[in-house]
């Protein structure tokens, strides 16, 4: 059974700072592009960053940019997320999701989310 769970999520002034972790199993994800999506109250669920599998590119929100860094550890099958200079907007749901395969386009595996938030 293949498995994410999100972990580091909690409650931080503006400013501050909080690294997310997303541990995989029941399969390896080495070869796929893992991303972080985020939920606010009210809104659609939002890209905020992803990891491709082969080569390590990096991709963000134009909202995150210079602010959070994704990063992966294959030997873990874990991906990453370090958030600083947090914003009261950085406010949601944040989701790791993995895609099936290093050609596929869609992101097949979903976490349970962990919340983040960020007051003024």
């Known amino acids: 059974q293949v498995q994410l769970v999100e972990s580091g999520g909690g409650l931080v002034q503006a400013g501050g700072s909080l690294r997310l972790s997303c541990a995989a199993s029941g399969r390896t994800f080495r070869w796929s592009r893992m991303g972080w999506f985020r939920q606010a109250p009210g809104k659609e669920r939002e890209f905020v960053a992803a990891v491709s599998g082969i080569g390590g590119s990096t991709y963000y929100a134009d909202s995150v940019k210079g602010r959070f860094t994704i990063s992966r550890d294959n030997a873990k099958n874990t991906v990453y997320l370090q958030m600083n200079s947090l914003k009261p907007e950085d406010t949601g749901v944040y989701y790791c999701?993995?895609?099936?395969?290093?050609?596929?386009?869609?992101?097949?595996?979903w976490g349970q989310g962990t919340q983040v938030t960020v007051s003024s």
């Open positions: 999701a993995a895609r099936g395969g290093a050609q596929d386009l869609t992101y097949d595996y």
